[in-house]
């Protein structure tokens, strides 16, 4: 018999408690006044970038002087050291914003994750969309009219590692399968350009259940995008990681000598929500998982599906049968502890806690009915 972790029943129980509890009257006698607590002084900066905010432009003019005619080492502070700092410190300041590359050196793309499509104990859709694109679009119609057809009313969307990728009219794309006809679901725009892109739910959504998304640090980019109009306009929580704070779209300019300049130069926004960049989408629920584990799970559940991922095997107990067989299940047999690399040692505890999430979800709405 499949059943969710202990963590899952202890929240969904936690969560069920807590609503039932009246509230306390209150108390006939007066509380005893509590001092007033004495205010936490403020915190002192110490990173160096904290410290250089504290100086104004004729601070900043002196310290560089004092430098460059103090500091034992001239040589360090020559022209040319002084603009390579500049660019440096620049690049560190911008963040996702900007980076230089060897255009040679370009990393490879990895193995792409393939689309995997589930229904998680006849109760929970799963999808994993491994990359965005016209194919994948495709398949979670498909997959999406499926859902309808069963009657599944809840859906884990799962973003992880979904790498940078700029075509928004095609983010937009995916998220009218969720959201109302008539939304403004996001906008793309260079700061100097007067005009703006802007992306509208221009058909009637195909599913309206309840959506839960998944997102890791790999996700970027238009996934990014998505993921925030989701949570707006799809009413869907977000459960993992910070992604990657790059829903921007970028220019590359050949600086020579092999090094490319790749930087930022328009940013998609979705309206009455956080900024994306340069911080990423953070999650309602933050669940880590290690990158090696989660990429076992995903070659795994490509072949093998991905419930063996969320559900934990009920382990056999003591009963009147094994006491006049003399034995014991409980430590005999597959009752004893995982082995390593077996799948019952390697969960997907993002997913899990997805599926913990859509269970209490599922559980308050049918109470409320």
């Known amino acids: 018999m499949k059943r969710l972790t202990a963590l899952g029943f202890l929240f969904l129980a936690g969560s069920w408690l807590l609503a039932q509890s009246p509230t306390p009257a209150p108390s006939a006698t007066p509380a005893a006044v509590s001092p007033k607590p004495t ?17 104004n432009d004729a601070q900043l003019e002196q310290a560089v002087e004092l430098l460059k005619t103090q500091f034992l080492n001239p040589a360090a502070l020559n022209d040319q050291e002084l603009r390579r700092a500049r660019l440096e410190g620049l690049l560190d300041r911008l963040g996702p914003g900007a980076k230089l590359y060897i255009e040679s050196g370009k990393p ?14 006849s109760k929970v859709g799963y999808v994993r969309l491994g990359k965005l694109d016209a194919d994948t679009l495709a398949q979670l119609d498909a997959v999406l009219a499926g859902f309808n057809e069963k009657g599944i009313q809840a859906a884990v969307l799962d973003l992880r ?39 509208t ?3 009637d959504p195909i599913f309206t259940g309840t959506v839960v998304v998944l997102t890791d640090e790999q996700t970027a980019g238009a ?41 930022a130069v328009s940013e998609a926004t979705v309206p009455d929500a956080e900024a994306i960049f340069p911080r990423g989408v953070k999650p309602d629920i933050a669940v880590a998982l290690a990158a090696d584990q989660q990429a076992e799970i995903f070659r795994r559940s490509a072949e093998k599906g991905v419930s063996q991922f969320v559900y934990e095997k009920e382990r056999p107990r003591m009963n009147e049968a094994a006491l006049i067989a003399n034995l014991n299940p409980e430590i005999d047999g597959s009752g004893g502890p995982a082995k390593a ?5 390697l969960k997907d505890t993002v997913l899990q806690r997805a599926v913990d999430l859509l269970t209490a979800l599922t559980f308050f709405e049918s109470k409320k009915n």
């Open 341 to 345: 690399g077996d799948e019952t040692a």
């Open 108 to 121: 490879a793309a990895g193995a792409p994750i393939k689309f995997l499509a589930e229904v998680l104990d």
């Open 39 to 55: 205010p936490s002084p403020t915190p002192v900066p110490t990173a160096a970038a904290d410290l250089v905010n504290l100086l």
């Open 161 to 199: 590692s979904v790498g940078y990728h700029s075509d928004y009219e095609l983010a937009a794309a995916f998220a009218r399968r969720f959201c109302e006809k008539g939304k403004l679901l996001f906008r793309v725009q260079k700061p100097s350009a007067k005009q703006e892109r802007i992306f």
């Open 223 to 263: 996934g990014e995008i998505l993921a925030a109009v989701l949570r707006q306009h799809a009413r869907a929580m977000i459960v993992g990681s910070r992604t990657a704070g790059q829903a921007v779209e970028f220019s590359e300019v050949p600086l020579g000598a092999g090094v490319v300049l790749k930087v």
């Open 201 to 203: 739910a221009n058909q």
